[in-house]
């Protein structure tokens, strides 16, 4: 009777992963581009890195304590869901924007759905779009880099995105900073919001995501590859009304978004063939809004729209039961 056998239900191999491990592992691929923010803009960007982390731990305590439910703060996704919201912002957001950003993205983005696992959208980019809707204003006042030490004091300009808007719609034709300057797009100096200063340091994050094999290549590579193809083609149709693929890469949330928003866990499809249809979706709508839409940046609605397209992907790229046969018409 010493020998006993023990069964349990599947799966039984098991990959080592934890939520927390995982949380923690993205929040370090994101650490490069978080200390270039608070390099080029200073305190402004880490107030608002702290103020949005720091809000989104005190509203998921709150909500666990009002809802009865085990803290869920030591599993790093609140953590995260503030480093995000930050990052979707301008480093000029007001303290009080950041706060109620933090409590929608908590509240509103993730808890009123049962919590982790069970939000059907990306709550920092809920919380990023509200606000954004909300607050055009402050969501859309921007400064330019100011290195820390510098003795120069940021002022405010438009995104690289949003002057090439405006210079269409006004004269038909792409401005100067759409042609070149694309040195500077990669290293980090233009304005636009706290994550995105630099493409190679978003680039480096997703790399390490990759080689850490938190996320898969599907989603990143069909996202940006679609940017990239579509862009392509209408700058070759037209190069002096759109502009460079490679500005489209370099320029906005794409690399933000391809990598870290994207390729969330719980909101986008489960299989491969599903992911390559998802970042195909996100491609499309990104290009589509950037170049005829209202707003300069696509990424986040691209992403939020595909979310709710998750359920229906997953359940028509749903892989066959091995032996089932199809029924007969």
Same mark, same amino acid.
């Given at each position: 009777?010493?020998?006993?056998?023990?069964?349990?239900?599947?799966?039984?191999?098991?990959?080592?992963?934890?939520?927390?491990?995982?949380?923690?592992?993205?929040?370090?691929?994101? !650490?490069?581009?978080?200390?270039?923010?608070? /390099?080029?803009? *200073?305190?402004? $960007?880490? =107030? @608002?890195?702290?103020?949005?982390? +720091?809000?989104?731990?005190?509203?998921?305590?709150?909500?666990?304590?009002?809802?009865?439910?085990?803290?869920?703060?030591?599993?790093?996704?609140?953590?995260?869901?503030?480093?995000?919201?930050?990052?979707?912002?301008?480093?000029?957001?007001?303290?009080?924007?950041?706060?109620?950003?933090?409590?929608?993205?908590?509240?509103?983005?993730?808890?009123?759905?049962?919590?982790?696992?069970?939000?059907?959208?990306?709550?920092?980019?809920?919380?990023?779009?509200?606000?954004?809707?909300?607050?055009?204003?402050?969501?859309?006042?921007?400064?330019?880099?100011?290195?820390?030490?510098?003795?120069?004091?940021?002022?405010?300009?438009?995104?690289?995105?949003?002057?090439?808007?405006?210079?269409?719609?006004?004269?038909?034709?792409?401005?100067? !900073?759409?042609?070149?300057?694309?040195?500077? /797009?990669?290293? *980090?100096?233009? $304005?636009? =919001? @706290?994550?995105?200063?630099?493409? +190679?340091?978003?680039?480096?994050?997703?790399?390490?995501?990759?080689?850490?094999?938190?996320?898969?290549?599907?989603?990143?590579?069909?996202?940006?590859?679609?940017?990239?193809?579509?862009?392509?083609?209408?700058?070759?149709?037209?190069?002096?009304?759109?502009?460079?693929?490679?500005?489209?890469?370099?320029?906005?949330?794409?690399?933000?978004?391809?990598?870290?928003?994207?390729?969330?866990?719980?909101?986008?499809?489960?299989?491969?063939?599903?992911?390559?249809?998802?970042?195909?979706?996100?491609?499309?709508?990104?290009?589509?809004?950037?170049?005829?839409?209202?707003?300069?940046?696509?990424?986040?609605?691209?992403?939020?729209?595909?979310?709710?397209?998750?359920?229906?992907?997953?359940?028509?790229?749903?892989?066959?039961?091995?032996?089932?046969?199809?029924?007969?018409?």
């Amino acid at each position: 009777m010493d020998n006993q056998l023990y069964l349990s239900s599947s799966p039984h191999i098991h990959s080592g992963e934890t939520t927390d491990k995982v949380m923690r592992l993205v929040i370090y691929a994101l !650490l490069p581009a978080t200390l270039l923010s608070i /390099y080029f803009f *200073g305190l402004p $960007a880490l =107030s @608002v890195l702290l103020i949005c982390t +720091l809000g989104c731990l005190a509203f998921e305590a709150l909500s666990c304590k009002l809802l009865k439910q085990p803290l869920t703060l030591s599993d790093g996704s609140a953590a995260l869901t503030g480093i995000l919201l930050a990052l979707n912002l301008p480093p000029s957001t007001p303290w009080w924007l950041s706060l109620l950003g933090a409590a929608i993205a908590i509240l509103i983005g993730k808890q009123v759905y049962g919590g982790l696992g069970y939000n059907p959208f990306n709550p920092a980019l809920v919380a990023r779009v509200v606000l954004l809707i909300s607050f055009p204003v402050q969501m859309t006042s921007w400064t330019t880099p100011a290195p820390l030490g510098s003795g120069i004091d940021a002022v405010t300009a438009a995104t690289p995105l949003g002057e090439m808007q405006t210079a269409v719609m006004l004269t038909g034709k792409l401005p100067e !900073l759409a042609i070149s300057g694309y040195t500077d /797009y990669l290293l *980090g100096h233009m $304005a636009g =919001s @706290v994550g995105e200063v630099s493409a +190679l340091a978003l680039l480096l994050g997703g790399l390490f995501l990759l080689f850490k094999k938190i996320i898969s290549w599907h989603i990143p590579v069909s996202f940006i590859g679609t940017v990239l193809v579509l862009g392509g083609i209408f700058w070759l149709v037209d190069a002096g009304r759109y502009p460079n693929p490679i500005f489209h890469l370099l320029t906005g949330g794409l690399l933000l978004g391809a990598f870290f928003m994207a390729t969330d866990m719980v909101t986008s499809p489960v299989t491969c063939k599903g992911m390559l249809l998802f970042g195909c979706g996100c491609g499309l709508l990104t290009v589509l809004i950037r170049l005829f839409g209202g707003y300069p940046e696509g990424v986040s609605f691209a992403i939020l729209l595909m979310n709710a397209c998750t359920p229906l992907i997953d359940r028509y790229t749903r892989p066959k039961i091995y032996g089932q046969v199809e029924p007969q018409a």
